[in-house]
């Protein structure tokens, strides 16, 4: 799959099947490249700083020859604590060149909201991390000192869609 597809994927109704749900997990993995272009080099836990932006928190939980398990939030201000939300803890599998958001949790209407575990809660979850990267990426956000050229084109492509 082209990771710089100006195509709107994945929209869905009611009757998601598995193969739509890899077909997902490609295109997370795509977009994770581009805001990670240096993944296996990344360190433990780094921060995406973009001007006029909340910073973009990255922690690395497990690493392996085949996969590599993170967590991606922001952490906004309260005034009792950090409220991390978006949270997702996510795997990437690197031989398959796919990315699951295995767990997470947004913040909606005062509250927080924690997907489940059906294929419709796991398509929800992960059509979630599609479109938050989407959006980080259009941002600016990225972790790594790689060229901007990559980044600039999927910006240019979203600009497409939008």
Known sequence: MN????????????????ADLMDLYESNYSRLRLLLPELRSISDAAVSEVPDCIGLYLQVVDRSRHTTTLRLYYAFPEPSDECKAPYLKIRIYHDARTAEAMTGMVQRDGGSVDFGE??????????????????????????????ARRQNAFAAACELTA
């Open 3 to 18: 990771s710089l597809s100006v195509n709107e994927p994945h929209r869905i109704g009611l009757n998601c099947t598995f």
């Open 118 to 147: 059906s294929l419709r809660s796991r398509w929800r979850r992960n059509r979630f991390l599609y479109k938050w990267l989407g959006y980080c990426l259009r941002r600016g956000h990225r972790f790594g000192e790689r060229s």
